[in-house]
């Protein structure tokens, strides 16, 4: 039998008793170590389990699938997710290979990001498609989740931004040798990822997209750290302000709201040091001030070109 198996947050205790004891008995157990991270790290979850793990990066789980499910038919092997199993792709992936082995599974599910962001007072059912950021490098700068973003805020839906995490990533230097070197981890903190949204935001402007007035520098985000930790934080602040907040330790998540229900700005509000309904109307504000000077600005440009 293959079992995936979600870990919940943030403590080696979230873990299901029904999970516990199939990790207690299973043969070989491995700790899925790329698309999230357990900040209490894994040896402590190995004294909690009583037992070894083996951490499973990047590159086993894709390219040595066969090696995890190897002899999955005749003994128990479980595979530890950090939040719920179908959190990423690769872990759908992994199912549908046991699938075409024959080798029955089963699934334990658990907490994740997806449904502790209510944490924050906001409604789940007024979200809209949830977006990630990756880091920028040199020219290769994607931006296809902005338009998500403003997607989901002309629907009036609130966005979840899920930050990059860089571990176990082969230099490019490295890429073309034998023995590969791997960069230091790197996990974006909710300040680098309102850096790369101002940057997009002021591009955008530039470039006359007029449906992008719905979002600028003065609008609310709410930043979140180590959900589900003892050490949790949660601030509520304007994108410009959030730009030059330090949450600490990782991991972080970044939530755009829109229009907010009286019920969870009242919520929200114990995380904000500003009136949040000043601060949306602020926003508000901004926008056709903003929008005024950047058509002025193109008209001006077009009228000197003619």
């Known amino acids: 039998m293959f079992y995936v198996i979600g870990l919940g947050l943030g403590d080696p205790k979230d873990i299901t008793v029904k999970g516990l004891e199939i990790v207690k008995r299973c043969e070989r157990v491995y700790l899925e170590s790329y698309t999230s991270i357990m900040t209490c790290g894994h040896e402590k979850l190995e004294e909690f389990y009583g037992r070894p793990l083996i951490l499973a990066d990047r590159e086993l789980v894709e ?81 296809s989740f902005f338009d998500k973003i403003i997607l989901n805020l002309e629907h009036g839906l609130h966005t979840l931004c899920l930050l990059d995490i860089r571990v176990k990533e082969p230099t490019l230097a490295s890429l073309t040798k034998k023995k590969r070197e791997y960069e230091p981890p790197r996990f974006m903190s909710c300040s680098t990822a309102c850096d790369q949204l101002a940057q997009l935001i002021h591009k955008r402007r530039l470039s006359g997209e007029a449906k992008h007035h719905l979002f600028n520098d003065r609008n609310v985000v709410i930043g979140l750290a180590r959900v589900g930790h003892e050490t949790q934080e949660i601030k509520a602040c304007t994108l410009k302000e959030m730009k030059q907040t330090d949450l600490g330790e990782p991991l972080h998540s970044l939530i755009i709201p829109a229009e907010m229900h009286p019920m969870e700005i009242e919520f929200l509000q114990q995380f904000a040091d500003e009136d949040l309904k000043e601060l949306q109307k602020r926003a508000r504000r901004d926008e056709t001030t903003s929008i005024f000077k950047l058509e002025t600005t193109l008209d001006s440009t077009s009228n000197s070109n003619n």
């Open 63 to 143: 390219s040595g699938a066969d090696d995890i499910l190897h002899n999955a038919h005749t003994v128990e092997v479980a595979f530890l997710v950090v939040g719920d199993p179908f959190g990423a792709t690769t872990h759908t992936d992994l199912l549908l290979r046991a699938k075409e082995k024959k080798i029955p599974y089963q699934v334990i599910h658990n907490a994740s990001i997806m449904n502790a962001i209510g944490c924050c007072g906001l409604q789940l059912y007024h979200f809209g498609e949830t977006v990630s950021i990756p880091y920028w490098d040199g020219d290769w700068q994607p931006d």
